[in-house]
């Protein structure tokens, strides 16, 4: 017999929903596996420092990375921008594609939006040895915290979310 339930779980960066199924077949393990043509690869501190971290120096080397300097320093997407803050900015995501067009609808039309039921904000580093997760250490906690904080804030400020 198989039992499946959807369960919604919150944590500090949203809510979600999992799907649970026990015992699950064959077809449903492999549904959710990546597709074809992906491969699962697990990353060693040696392959990240000769393989990943000289492949990322490559594109930050080669200038395709222009469009995060000029997000950074408010030369586009300035209708996206949610916070600039000495150490970040914080901007509406491309991908959240049922947000009101920030270019044609006022701000003040944002607040308690029903589009914020699917949220999605980019908070992107002014730091410019920061390229990748792997970058962060210990001394980027008050980065971090103070990037939660003052992101939340302007979010219930724009968006009327609580937290």
Known sequence: NESSTINTAVSNFGSFDIELISPASTYQIARSMPSLGHVLIRETPHLYTTAVKPYIQSIVDNGSLSWIKNVIEVRKEKER???????????????????????????????????????????????????????????????????????????????????
């Not at 701000?107 to 970058?135: A, F, M």
């Open 81 to 163: 921008l949610l916070l600039n803050h000495d150490k970040f900015v914080m901007n509406v995501d491309t991908k959240w594609r049922n947000h009101p067009p920030p270019l044609t609808t006022p701000r003040k039309e944002w607040y308690n939006h029903p589009s914020t039921v699917d949220l999605y904000c980019l908070g992107i580093v002014k730091q410019s040895d920061i390229t990748c997760l792997r970058d962060l250490r210990k001394e980027h906690v008050p980065l971090l915290k103070t990037m939660e904080k003052e992101g939340l804030r302007a979010i219930q400020t724009i968006y009327g979310i609580g937290e």
